[in-house]
């Protein structure tokens, strides 16, 4: 079945570790999103890619580093810059960046030790 | 910019009432506006979308949405509300051409169902 796989479910962060979310999706769709959502916020926009090789910040990008060397894979670094890493995040993708439908994965919760 | 707005933070609904979500918006054209659920725990999943055309538009799961421009509203119903629909539900709104990248969520209500 395609979709879009995060892992891990649940990820600790130590004080100045960068740690890195993992999102792959079998859809072959081109654009990727990446997601925070805090408890009785909507989603806010981190990164999203358009293409392989291109990725844009989206609205709260400081703190967060992401890579798109393949149109499966859009990994997110969550890095010690981030003072209040705890979220839960969510990756996402669509056919294109227009109007289109957005498919989720199942999220990942950091929490910081 | 855009702006999204869900009145209520948290809904109670008896299993089999009908059910209205609201939701209230902000922009200068004609918004690209969608309603998502999410469960606990989970990514969003997309009920409905509005576009253009036909201000009623029907979703999966038995949702439907009418969008009324003179009150700048996009509300969510259902007739009779199933146990399985306890979720959160989220409104969005796109802008500059419905890019993804321009959506803006709603905060989000809680659906709570009573049996």
């Known amino acids: 079945d395609g979709g879009i796989t995060q892992s891990p479910k649940y990820l600790f962060r130590k004080e100045g570790q960068n740690v890195t979310l993992s999102c792959e999706q079998n859809l072959n769709h081109d654009a990727m999103y990446w997601y925070r959502q805090d408890p009785g916020q909507g989603l806010r926009l981190i990164y999203y890619s358009q293409i392989v090789n291109d990725f844009q910040k989206g609205d709260i990008a400081e703190g967060y580093s992401v890579s798109r060397e393949k149109k499966e894979s859009f990994p997110l670094t969550v890095t010690s810059a981030q003072k209040n890493p705890t979220a839960f995040y969510l990756c996402?993708?669509?056919?294109?960046?227009?109007?289109?439908?957005?498919?989720f994965g199942s999220g990942t919760q950091l929490s910081v030790l | 910019a855009q702006s999204v707005t869900q009145p209520d933070i948290h809904i109670t609904v008896s299993e089999g009432a009908s059910l209205e979500l609201r939701c209230n918006y902000s922009y200068g054209a004609t918004p690209y506006l969608f309603w998502y659920v999410q469960s606990p725990g989970q990514g969003l999943q997309l009920l409905l979308k509005?576009?253009?055309?036909?201000?009623l538009v029907q979703g999966i799961k038995g949702f439907e949405a009418e969008f009324k421009r003179s009150q700048s509203s996009f509300n969510l119903r259902k007739p009779s509300v199933h146990w399985s629909d306890a979720a959160e539900y989220f409104c969005a709104v796109g802008a500059d051409g419905g890019s993804n990248y321009k959506l803006t969520f709603g905060k989000g209500t809680l659906l709570t169902v009573n049996p």
């Open positions: 996402a993708s669509s056919i294109q960046t227009g109007s289109e439908k957005l498919f």
């Open positions: 509005y576009f253009s055309g036909d201000t």
